[in-house]
C-alpha cells in the first residue's frame, strides 16, 4: 500500500494513480481530518463481488468446505471440468 500526504498526492496525482490502476496498489492518503484509500477499479469490483458473494449461505459454505478440504483429496487441475 503507498502511503501518502493529500499534499503529495495532489502534486503527484496521475503518477500515483497510474500506479495504483497498473499495479493494483491501493493509496492511502493522510489529511488531518482522516485518511482515504484510492482503489483500482479492478480490486473494488473484486472487493464488492467477494461481499456479493460471502452473502450468499450456500456459496460461503461451499467456500469454506473447499478451504478445509484437504490437498491429498483435492483433483488433479487438468481432471476439472468446467
Do not use: H
Request: glycine share 4%; net charge negative; hydrophobic share 35%.
Amino acid at each position: 500500500m503507498i502511503n501518502t500526504s493529500v499534499t503529495n498526492f495532489r502534486k503527484n496525482i496521475y503518477n500515483i494513480l497510474s500506479q495504483t490502476i497498473k499495479f493494483n496498489e491501493p493509496v492511502n492518503i493522510n489529511t488531518k481530518d482522516g485518511n482515504a484509500i484510492v482503489l483500482s477499479e479492478e480490486d473494488y469490483n473484486g472487493l464488492i463481488e467477494t461481499l456479493y458473494l460471502s452473502n450468499m449461505p450456500e456459496v460461503k459454505k461451499s467456500i469454506v468446505d473447499g478451504l478445509n478440504t484437504p490437498v491429498e483429496e483435492c483433483i488433479e487441475e487438468d481432471e476439472v471440468q468446467w
